[in-house]
């Protein structure tokens, strides 16, 4: 796979679980990382890993649901760094209710992070790539948002918006070389995960349950998911653009 050296690579939810890892991937693979998250303490982290691999990076703080910290940012970033070649839309939160249960706050608070966060961060960061006549955006959708998912209709309903959302970026911006995906992961072993089977009566139980649904009989890693996003942003998917792609262990193919 062609490297990404000289690139600059935004990744949204950047300090953990998927965000962490396709940040190390990145680097690794020669970009200068801008790691994103509310989290200064995990992002921070995040960033003196790859510095200890001797490789380009650094941390900004953004609440991506917030217009003026999203414009702040990526105004800075192209200060510094003239550009931006990749980014991935990856933070997101969880809501594990109803519809009937689900208060007006929470609801709104789901569809700010997981869609609307991805709005302002393409708004803000697609002129540039339009300058430039190049970009790659990857964003993270779900499973959830491919299929219903008991009691979580609101990280459903905010996931399968991003499918959309995803797909019309890339109608859109295909003539300014702007290539737009998504990914739809699977479960995978990220602390948002560990933070719902927390909640479960029976954590092991549920675990086993969920592990038998999917066909390979296991979790993903985060490492694996991260794997696609960096193929869906190299030059190997050069001919790609608003596809869907299930990272889910078979789950959706049955």
């Not at 990914?183 to 719902?196: D, F, N, S, Y």
Request: net charge negative.
């Amino acid at each position: 796979m062609k490297s990404f050296n000289d690139m600059v690579v935004l990744i949204t939810g950047g300090g953990s679980g998927i965000g962490k890892a396709a940040c190390i991937l990145f680097a690794e693979a020669g970009a200068t990382v801008g790691v994103l998250d509310i989290d200064c303490d995990a992002g921070s982290k995040v960033v003196d890993i790859i510095k200890n691999k001797k490789r380009n990076s650094f941390f900004m703080k953004v609440d991506v649901s917030k217009s003026s910290e999203v414009e702040k940012v990526v105004k800075r970033i192209v200060s510094d760094y003239k550009r931006i070649d990749v980014l991935f839309n990856n933070a997101g939160i969880e809501l594990g209710k109803p519809i009937h249960e689900t208060a007006e706050e929470e609801w709104d608070r789901v569809m700010d992070v997981n869609i609307k966060g991805m709005f302002l961060m393409s708004k803000y960061v697609l002129p540039v790539m339009m300058d430039q006549r190049f970009g790659v955006i990857v964003n993270t959708s779900s499973i959830s948002g491919l299929l219903g998912w008991p009691n979580y209709g609101a990280y459903c309903t905010s996931k399968g918006a991003v499918i959309q959302f995803t797909r019309q970026m890339a109608v859109d911006y295909a003539k300014w070389g702007i290539r737009v995906n998504c990914i739809c992961p699977g479960t995978t072993k990220t602390p948002m995960v560990e933070r719902l089977f927390s909640l479960e009566s029976e954590p092991q139980e549920a675990r086993k349950e969920i592990e038998t649904m999917h066909p390979m009989g296991r979790f993903a890693e985060p490492e694996e998911i991260a794997q696609a996003v960096l193929f869906l942003a190299s030059d190997e998917a050069s001919f790609i653009t608003g596809a869907v792609l299930p990272v889910d262990g078979g789950y959706t193919a049955k």
